[in-house]
């Protein structure tokens, strides 16, 4: 089932509502979240935030969280509804968390997919194996890929920005965006959200993704 968190600015708590009640809520006044895929499956991983933005061209801040797929049938987030994206955040290397982010980001040119080093450099070995799979499915059932090998060199080019554990990221809408070490594997990372409402209030949101607190022969566990 589909649902919705939402910010409630009067007792600074997020709610979470039924899917088919998120429309009314209005994402240029409340923060709210989204669950694209993997809500309630494992697969196809994919979390849209929206904050509030007054003044910009939709009236929030367009944020997603991962774009994974399906581990099955290769399926994809369901992204209906979702009519722009400022920002896409890659949290690791898992295949149900990154593998069709290419395609998200070619469908949203615009936006700036921020992640780390140690992410990028597993995802694009990923990315560039997953066209292999991808192309068998289409001789067998049709399907084009969902990306080229020129959407992941574009946007490895024009739309990634690594960052490194820790370090805070000034985004619009007075929010800002701090990635700390998750300890899930290799380059993992959170997200922790702050933006500042003024007249002294503020709404975090602390996104975990997958995590590990156990520190492991490589990497150290989450903080």
Same mark, same amino acid.
């Given at each position: 089932m589909r649902t919705v968190m939402v910010?409630? *600015?009067?007792? %600074?708590?997020?709610?979470? #509502?039924?899917?088919q009640r998120w !429309?009314?809520?209005?994402?240029?006044?409340?923060?709210?979240?989204?669950?694209? %895929?993997?809500? &309630?499956?494992?697969?196809?991983?994919?979390?849209w935030y929206r904050f509030p933005w007054p003044g910009s061209k939709y009236g929030y801040l367009s944020v997603i969280i991962d774009y994974g797929m399906h581990p099955h049938n290769g399926g994809g987030p369901n992204i209906q509804g979702v009519d722009h994206v400022d920002f896409v955040i890659a949290s690791h290397a898992h295949a &149900?968390? /990154? =593998?069709?982010? !290419?395609? $998200?980001?070619?469908?949203?040119?615009?936006?700036v997919v921020y992640t780390t080093q140690?992410? $990028?450099?597993?995802?694009?070995?990923?990315?560039?194996?997953?066209?292999?799979?991808?192309s068998r499915k289409e001789r067998t059932t049709g399907e084009k890929p969902p990306y080229t090998a020129g959407d992941i060199q574009r946007?490895?080019?024009?739309?990634?920005? #690594?960052? !490194?554990?820790?370090?805070?990221?000034? $985004?619009p809408a007075n #929010?800002?965006?701090?990635p700390p070490?998750? %300890?899930?594997?290799?380059?993992?990372? /959170? /997200?922790?959200? =702050?933006?500042?409402?003024?007249?002294g209030? *503020?709404?975090?949101?602390?996104?975990?993704? &997958?995590?590990?607190f156990d520190n492991q022969n490589l990497i150290p566990g989450a903080p």
């Open positions: 910010f409630n *600015k009067k007792t %600074g708590l997020m709610k979470m #509502v039924p899917a !429309p009314r809520y209005n994402p240029a006044l409340h923060a709210s979240f989204v669950a694209l %895929g993997g809500g &309630d499956e494992i697969g196809k991983s994919s979390y &149900d968390h /990154s =593998v069709r982010i !290419p395609e $998200l980001a070619n469908k949203f040119p615009e936006a140690e992410t $990028l450099e597993m995802c694009f070995i990923q990315w560039k194996d997953s066209l292999s799979a991808f946007m490895v080019k024009e739309q990634v920005q #690594v960052i !490194p554990f820790w370090h805070r990221v000034e $985004l #929010v800002t965006m701090l070490n998750a %300890g899930h594997i290799l380059g993992a990372m /959170s /997200s922790f959200f =702050v933006q500042d409402l003024g007249i209030k *503020k709404c975090s949101v602390f996104h975990s993704s &997958d995590f590990l």
